[in-house]
């Protein structure tokens, strides 16, 4: 053993370099996470629950019960762990009010055309960004329940998927969503909660999906969101997921992403920078797809 795998423990389960390490292949190869060593204290502290939970005292057991092909929902929870949901309605405000101003007004007009209006919400989370979308559709094109018009959202872990569905919400995240949206799209619940209306809900369909997996879809999309996902992933794994959502866009389609997030590599040719983390999709050059 060498000094650098040195155990660090807390109390009683010993955590090795070597068991962060397999840790981090695992999340990457199963998930496309990027683990950087720093990240092995907090790593720590939320898997040593899980074994706990499951009464196991070390690490390699635990990789053990990871790798059995029965133990699906457990490599979920641990991606449930090494991720962080944060969220909030209308979170990055300068998104909606391009999606508000130039997205659905084009995809009106396409709809108007016979197409259809597709957005996707990739890494919804537990929901308040897809419910951000449904409602500035609603209040942008005011019979979008009529039209040909969902939103997708997707997200890897099935426990925050179920708690979209859900869509109840603490009365504190009212102050998120704009007084006039709230007495139209929103419900009170009970004293302490409220939950979405049947308007916005009957738009979004959603998912559970792990993005490094074939998507069990085609497209095309007139949006697509997605923030604060690729920061937990490589610089490879980013740009060839930038380039898949490429792939999946209308002519001039939106990709919105993280504050902290940039497109680089092939999608970058023809995904056009319009405005703070905001891509429309171009030709090299800058001309539209056709």
């Known amino acids: 053993m060498t000094t650098s795998d040195v155990s660090h423990t807390t109390k009683d389960i010993p955590f090795s370099d070597s068991d962060f390490r397999a840790i981090a292949e695992l999340a990457q190869s199963a998930f496309g996470l990027n683990l950087a060593e720093s990240k092995k204290p907090l790593v720590y502290s939320r898997l040593s629950k899980r074994l706990k939970a499951r009464a196991i005292s070390t690490f390699p ?29 209308f979170r990055e405000k300068h998104h909606f009010e391009t999606l508000r101003n130039d997205a659905l007004p084009q995809m009106q007009a396409n709809i108007g055309s016979g197409k259809r209006g597709r957005i996707w919400s990739a890494g919804c989370s537990s929901g308040q960004e897809a419910y951000s ?26 426990k925050i998927v179920e708690r979209a569905k859900l869509g109840e919400y603490p009365n504190e995240e009212l102050t998120g969503i704009p007084e006039q949206m709230r007495k139209k799209w929103t419900e009170s619940k009970s004293e302490t909660n409220f939950s979405m209306s049947d308007a916005p809900r009957n738009l979004i369909t959603f998912a559970e999906l792990n993005l490094m997996t074939e998507w069990p879809f085609k497209g095309p999309f007139d949006v697509i969101f997605c923030r604060n996902v690729a920061i937990y992933f490589n610089q490879e794994t980013q740009q060839r997921l930038w380039d898949r959502f490429r792939e999946m866009l209308t002519p001039g389609g939106y990709l919105f ?6 497109v680089t590599g092939p999608a970058a040719q023809s995904l056009n920078g319009i405005g703070i983390t905001s891509y429309q999709k171009f ?8």
Do not use: C, W
């Open 133 to 158: 979308i449904a409602m500035t559709v609603l209040e942008t094109i005011p019979d979008a329940g009529r039209k040909n018009i969902k939103i997708l959202a997707t997200d890897i872990d099935p």
């Open 283 to 290: 030709e090299s050059g800058g001309r539209l797809a056709s």
């Open 257 to 262: 992403i993280g504050h902290s997030e940039r």
């Open 61 to 89: 057991e635990y990789l053990d019960l990871l790798n059995r092909q029965d133990e699906r929902d457990e490599r979920l929870e641990l991606i449930s762990a090494l991720t962080t949901n944060v969220t909030s309605f």
